[in-house]
Each structure stands twice: as C-alpha cells, then as structure tokens.
C-alpha cells in the first residue's frame, strides 16, 4: 500500500549471542540447505510485522517510547530446542511474568491506539528464537532436528530494550532501539541504521 511501511516489534539477543547463534544457522545451511532463518537477524518478535504509515514513524517510535518508560529490565533465558509442527526448529525462550506482560502490553497498545488487528500468534504467545523454518524439509526434520539439540545454545542475558524493525527494500533495518525506564522527555531515539536481510 502506497505510504506505508512494514514494521515489527521484538528483541535482540546482544552481539556474541548473535554471533553464536548466526553461527548455528550457517551450520544449517552447511549441513542441510536450509538458509531461509539466516535472511534476518535472530530475534525474539513481541508483534508480528504489520503496516503502519510512514509519515507517523517518528510519532509511533515516541509512543511506543512513552509506552515503555516505565518497563524494568528483565532477564531473558534461552532454554533447550523446540518445534512447531515439522517445519519450525527453534531456541524456546523462558516465559518469565515480565516478558509476557511487556508483550500484553505491546499487544493491548497496537490494538487501541494503532488499530491493528491481532494475529493468533499474538494471542498465542509462544516465546522463540527461530533456526530454521520455511525451507525445512519434512524428511529432513528428524536429522535437524538431533542436530540443533546437539548443538543447542543455553544463555541468559538482560533485556534493557526492544526495537522497531522496518522493512527496507527487502531488508530488515532498525529504526529505532525503545530503551527501557526513559521517556521522550528525556531520550528520542535515533535510527541506528543497522541492516539486516529479509
């Protein structure tokens, strides 16, 4: 649609554990042909990608800002490996009570004041990291499946922040990190200008 943008909301893991984990999907790759996770960067989505007007990008990034002025870190853990079904392996990701509520949140806020229809996924939060999923062959599932929980990686780190992705070109760009604990008053975000592949 003319004059809007593709976004999503989610989290990053922090630079080593992104490392390691793009590691792995290249291991996929190697091993299976699967390349289709390593098109964009691993990630934690709070609300799935929807379109926004892009002429109120800056006014959504300072409200979702706002909205989250008052969100305390948290940790965040990678547990062992999960699957939707044959054709999605994933890193399961702790369901801690400040990560499910700073997703209702986002949730509660994209349907009251951006009008977004909720998807079922956002209903139906499962938190995950993903390895491998469309180009996941249903024969080749078992043997990736061994070999990602051989592989698995167990972590911990602290959320101080999420992000809002764009859709540029086919890539995915940040627009803006949302810091926990400040307010516009205190902190607009800028873009970072970090890409990644869609």
Not at 27 to 39: C, D, P
Not at 47 to 73: C, H, I, S
Not at 170 to 192: H, Q, Y
Request: aromatic share 10%; proline share 7%; with cysteine.
């Amino acid at each position: 649609m003319k004059g809007t943008g593709k976004y999503f909301i989610g989290l990053l893991p922090p630079p080593a554990l992104e490392t390691t984990l793009y590691q792995l999907k290249s291991e996929l790759k190697a091993h299976f042909q699967i390349k289709y996770a390593l098109q964009s960067p691993s990630h934690l989505t709070l609300k799935m990608p929807f379109r926004y007007k892009e002429g109120k990008e800056r006014e959504l990034v300072m409200r979702l800002t706002n909205l989250l002025e008052a969100q305390e870190p948290f940790p965040l853990q990678l547990l062992g490996i999960g699957h939707f079904g044959r054709r999605n392996i994933h890193h399961q990701i702790a369901a801690s009570a400040p990560l499910i509520q700073l997703q209702i949140l986002l949730r509660s806020f994209c349907k009251r004041y951006l009008h977004l229809i909720e998807e079922l996924s956002d209903r139906n939060f499962q938190p995950h990291i993903t390895l491998a999923y469309k180009d996941l062959k249903p024969n080749h599932f078992e043997e990736v499946l061994e070999f990602t929980h051989k592989n698995a990686v167990r972590d911990e780190f602290l959320v101080d922040k999420a992000y809002l992705m764009k859709n540029v070109e086919g890539r995915w760009k940040v627009i803006a990190p949302l810091d926990f604990g400040t307010g516009v008053e205190n902190s607009i975000p800028t873009p970072k200008g970090e890409i990644f592949s869609s």
